[in-house]
C-alpha cells in the first residue's frame, strides 16, 4: 500500500469542500493549533485518564467491595464491563473518527468519560458503579484511536516512531502508576476520589484540544458507514468476551457457554463475508495481508492477557495476604511502574535502530519470566525479591507497548489509521477483559478445588455446601472467611488456610500468564517496521 497524504479541514483559507487552497503559511504553522509537540501533550492528557482508569480501580476495588458490600463476581465487572465496552466499540470509534474527524471524536470522547467518572463518584450502588463503568468504556473508546490518528497525521514520518513511543509510555506509565495512585487517594481520601480525579483531568484536556488540536483527513477518507459491519462486528466481540467472562459461573461445560462462543463465531463469519461486499467497509479485510500488522494486533492481546489478568491479583495479594495498606501496596508496585517509565523511550529509540522485532520479542520473554517469578510468590515473601519481579514485568512490558503500536499503525495506510488505532487499543483491551475472565476462572477452579481439603487437613470443623462456597468467594479475594467471635487459635488457623489457598491459586494463575508470554515471543518475531509510517503532515514545525 502507498501513503496517503491528508487535508487540514480546519485551517484558515479552506474551500468549501474543505480541501486546503494553497500550503499554510509559516505564520500558521508555528501557532498553537496543530503544533505537533503541543498535539502530543494534549493527547496523552487524554489518554492518561483512560489507560489510569485500566488500573487505578484494581487497587480501589477492596474497598468498594467493602463499602457496597459487593461480592467477587460483581467487583470482577467493575473491571469487566469497563474493558467490555471498550473492546466491543473500539473499531467502531476509530471508523468515526476516520469518517468525520479524529478532533471531534477526541473531544466528546473526553467531555463524556469525565461525566461519567463523576458520575461513579456520586453512585451509592454497585449496580450504579458498574453502569457507568460502562458509559466510561464507550466514551474512552471514541478517545484513544482519535489520540492516535491525531499522531499520524500531526508528525512527519522521521518524528513519528519518537511520538509513538512517548504516548506509549504515557499509557505504559499511567497503567502501571493507576494502583499507586489508587493507594493515596483510598488511603488518604476514599475510594470515589479514584473517579473525581479524572473530572478536572478531562476539562483540562477539553480546553486543550480545543484551543490545539487540528483536525486532519486523508483524501480518501471514507464517506459512508457500514452500519451492518458495525452490528455485526460487535454482536461477535460481545458474545465472545460475555461467554469468556461468564463461564466461570455458568461452568465452561454449559451449553449458555458455548452457545455465546458459537454465536461469536458465527457473527464473525458473516461479518467478514459482508465486508468483502460492501462497498466501503468498516475493516478492509485486505488489512490483514499484512503479516506485521496482523502480528501485532496479536501481541498486544496476548501481553494484556499476561499484564491485566496478573495484575488483578497482585493487588489482592498485597493488600488481604499480605495485610497492606492501599497507599503501601501502590509503593510496592512503583518498581514496575519505574520500569515501565524507563524503559519506553529507550525502548522507543531501540526500536528506531533495530526495528520492533527484536525488542518486542526480548520484551515477551521477560515478561514471561516475571510471571512465572510471581507464581513463586509466598505469604512471607519479601518487599525486595518481590520488587525484582515486578521490575523485570516492567522492563519487559516497555518494548511491547511501544513496539506493537509502532507495528500495527505503522503497517496501515493513512485514512484507516482510526481503525489501525482501534484495532490496537481493541487489541489490548480485548487481551485485558481475557486475562482478567480466563486467570479469574483459573484462580476460582484452584481454589474450589483445595479448599476443602485444605480446611480438613488443618483440623477446622467441617463446612456445609453452603458455607464452603461462601468461603471459596472470600479467599478467592484472599480475605480468611473468620467468624466473629472465633478463638484466637482458631481463626490463625483459618487465616493460613485462606492465604495458602489463595496464593496456590494466584501461583497458578500467574504460570498460565508465563505461558501466554512465552508464546507471544514467537509472535513478536513475525513483527517488522510499518510500510507505511509516513504521516503525511503539513502542518506545524518540529
Not at 522521521?158 to 504516548?167: P, Q, S, T, V
Not at 476520589?193 to 490545539?212: D, K, R, T, W, Y
Not at 520492533?356 to 516475571?370: D, E, S
Not at 462456597?469 to 480475605?479: E, H, L, R
Amino acid at each position: 500500500m502507498t501513503s496517503q497524504t491528508t487535508v487540514d479541514t480546519t485551517g484558515p483559507g479552506d474551500r468549501a469542500d474543505g480541501v486546503p487552497s494553497e500550503p499554510p503559511s509559516p505564520a500558521a504553522a508555528s501557532g498553537l493549533r496543530g503544533h505537533p509537540w503541543l498535539t502530543l501533550i494534549t493527547v496523552a492528557v487524554g489518554v492518561m485518564m483512560v489507560a489510569l482508569d485500566g488500573t487505578i480501580v484494581a487497587i480501589a476495588n477492596p474497598a468498594i467491595q467493602k463499602d457496597l458490600g459487593a461480592t467477587f463476581a460483581q467487583v470482577q465487572w467493575i473491571t469487566n464491563g469497563y474493558f467490555l465496552a471498550l473492546a466491543v466499540s473500539l473499531i467502531t470509534a476509530g471508523k468515526l473518527g476516520d469518517r468525520f474527524g479524529h478532533r471531534q471524536t477526541f473531544l466528546v470522547g473526553v467531555t463524556g468519560f469525565a461525566a461519567a467518572s463523576g458520575a461513579i463518584g456520586l453512585s451509592g450502588s454497585i449496580a450504579m458503579v458498574v453502569t457507568f463503568r460502562v458509559f466510561q468504556g464507550l466514551f474512552g473508546a471514541l478517545l484513544m484511536p482519535a489520540a492516535l490518528g491525531l499522531l499520524r497525521a500531526t508528525f512527519p514520518a522521521e518524528k513519528l516512531n519518537m511520538a509513538i513511543g512517548i504516548w506509549g509510555m504515557v499509557i505504559g506509565a499511567s497503567t502501571a502508576g493507576g494502583p499507586i495512585l489508587g493507594g493515596v487517594l483510598v488511603e488518604h481520601v476514599n475510594w470515589q476520589s479514584v473517579f473525581f480525579i479524572n473530572v478536572p483531568v478531562g476539562a483540562l484536556a477539553l480546553v486543550l484540544g480545543v484551543l490545539i488540536l487540528r483536525d486532519h483527513r486523508a483524501e480518501n477518507a471514507p464517506r459512508s458507514f457500514d452500519l451492518l459491519g458495525i452490528a455485526l462486528l460487535s454482536g461477535a466481540m460481545f458474545c465472545l468476551v460475555w461467554a469468556l467472562i461468564k463461564a466461570p459461573a455458568w461452568g465452561w461445560g454449559d451449553g449458555r457457554t458455548w452457545a455465546f462462543i458459537a454465536g461469536s463465531v458465527l457473527l464473525f463469519g458473516l461479518f467478514s463475508f459482508w465486508e468483502t461486499r460492501v462497498g466501503e467497509p468498516l475493516i478492509p479485510l485486505a488489512l490483514f495481508r499484512s503479516v506485521p500488522l496482523s502480528a501485532g494486533v496479536v501481541l498486544m492481546v496476548l501481553m494484556a492477557i499476561a499484564f491485566m489478568g496478573g495484575l488483578f491479583f497482585v493487588t489482592f495479594y498485597l493488600q488481604n495476604v499480605h495485610g497492606m495498606s492501599p497507599i503501601d501496596a501502590g509503593l510496592h508496585l512503583l518498581p514496575l511502574t519505574g520500569m515501565m517509565i524507563v524503559g519506553s523511550p529507550l525502548a522507543g529509540a531501540l526500536i528506531t535502530k533495530l526495528g520492533p522485532r527484536i525488542p518486542l520479542a526480548g520484551g515477551m520473554a521477560a515478561t514471561a519470566i516475571a510471571m512465572y517469578g510471581m507464581s513463586t510468590l509466598k505469604a512471607d515473601t519479601s518487599s525486595g525479591l518481590m520488587s525484582v519481579w515486578f521490575a523485570l514485568l516492567g522492563l519487559g512490558l516497555a518494548p511491547v507497548m511501544v513496539g506493537a503500536t509502532e507495528v500495527i499503525v505503522g503497517n496501515a495506510p493513512m485514512e484507516l489509521s482510526g481503525v489501525a488505532g482501534g484495532l490496537q487499543q481493541a487489541g489490548m483491551q480485548i487481551g485485558g477483559s481475557l486475562g482478567t475472565a480466563v486467570l479469574g476462572a483459573v484462580m476460582a477452579s484452584k481454589v474450589d478445588s483445595d479448599l476443602a481439603g485444605n480446611w480438613t487437613g488443618a483440623g477446622l470443623p467441617k463446612l456445609t455446601p453452603a458455607q464452603l462456597d461462601q468461603a471459596s468467594q472470600a479467599v478467592q479475594v484472599g480475605v480468611a472467611p473468620v467468624p466473629h467471635g472465633t478463638p484466637a487459635a482458631v481463626a490463625a488457623k483459618i487465616t493460613s488456610v485462606a492465604h495458602d489457598t489463595f496464593i496456590s491459586g494466584m501461583s497458578l494463575a500467574s504460570l498460565v500468564a508465563a505461558g501466554v508470554a512465552a508464546v507471544a515471543i514467537f509472535v513478536a518475531l513475525l513483527t517488522k517496521r510499518g510500510e507505511n509510517a509516513e504521516a503525511g503532515a503539513g502542518v506545524g514545525h518540529i
